[in-house]
């Protein structure tokens, strides 16, 4: 699950381009979006994406992403019982 | 032709050099890239705006030649606000949408990529800049197969006269393949440089 949380993390400063955040930055508990890493809508849809193709995981409910993605936590402990790839 | 209006100031940015008025205030030596140039620009002109990372080439190019010439003019957030915007290009957002093509070329790999499909307008980089600089006023973006002084001129008279705005940020902002070139140019009441297509032409040239 650690492996996970790292390999997630290194994802969301590369694809969201967070230029000056760094992966040792973000802690687990983090709140990603509001007064965490101030991450947007746009980053939302982005990460919606990043479940689909590389975890396989479709999120048919957009109001689930608001759970899903509040930390790295939440994002780890999903992917991993729901991915197919 | 002689102008009621003035230009006020004017930034470019082309050959990993930027100017503004006739002064170099960002110069890169070696040959970097587009990407390498414009972030050394940023850090080395403290822009401070870290969405500037999730924009596409095109709006990076217009906001930095933006924010520099603006900065300049140390205006009034609150007050100094009624700017109109008129940009013109020649390649449009083609980069962004060749971007966006190499996602949904692959039906066995169909990922579009909502931040890049966001930016496949070429005015979608004065929206950036009009939030960055609190712009609520008019805002055009102009297709030309080339730089265009005639209808820039007409344009920001026309904004002016009709009173739909105190100032005109003009220009071109251009970015396609490796090529890139950005002239905007403020139009206002007052300045010391004449508006008119000549000297909007000699200035874009130079």
């Not at chain 1, 760094?22 to 979006?33: G, P, S």
């Not at chain 1, 947007?40 to 975890?55: C, F, G, Q, T, W």
Request: aromatic fraction near 10%; charge should be negative; glycine fraction near 4%.
């Amino acid at each position: 699950m650690e492996e996970l949380k790292q390999e997630l993390k290194a994802k969301i400063v590369e694809q969201l381009n967070l230029e000056d955040v760094a992966v040792e930055d973000i802690a687990n508990d983090d709140m990603l979006f509001g007064d965490g890493l101030g991450l947007d809508s746009i980053d939302a849809l982005e990460l919606i994406v990043m479940l689909d193709r590389d975890y396989g995981i479709k999120l048919t409910d957009p109001k689930q992403g608001r759970a899903i993605f509040e930390s790295v936590d939440t994002m780890a402990a999903y992917i991993s019982e729901h991915k197919t790839k | 032709m002689t102008s009621k209006h003035h230009i006020l100031s004017y930034c470019k940015i082309r050959n990993n050099t930027i100017t503004l008025n006739e002064g170099v205030v960002f110069h890169e030596e070696d040959n970097s890239d587009f990407p390498t140039f414009i972030k050394s620009a940023y850090h080395h002109l403290e822009t401070a705006y870290p969405k500037f990372f999730k924009m596409d080439d095109l709006s990076k190019l217009a906001f930095l030649a933006t924010d520099i010439l603006l900065k300049n003019e140390q205006l009034d957030e609150q007050n100094d606000n009624n700017i109109a915007v008129v940009f013109s290009n020649r390649a449009s957002s083609l980069e962004t949408d060749r971007a966006h093509q190499k996602t949904i070329q692959n039906s066995e790999n169909y990922y579009p990529s909502p931040a890049i499909f966001v930016y496949t307008l070429p005015n979608i980089c004065i929206g950036e800049i009009s939030i960055k600089h609190k712009l609520y006023s008019e805002n055009s973006f102009f297709i030309f197969d080339n730089f265009n002084a005639d209808h820039l001129f007409d344009y920001a008279n026309s904004l002016l006269e009709d009173r739909k705005a105190d100032k005109v940020l003009c220009g071109w902002v251009e970015f396609d393949a490796n090529h890139y070139d950005a002239f905007i140019y403020l139009v206002d009441k007052n300045g010391s440089i004449e508006h008119t297509p000549q000297t909007i032409l000699k200035l874009y040239n130079t």
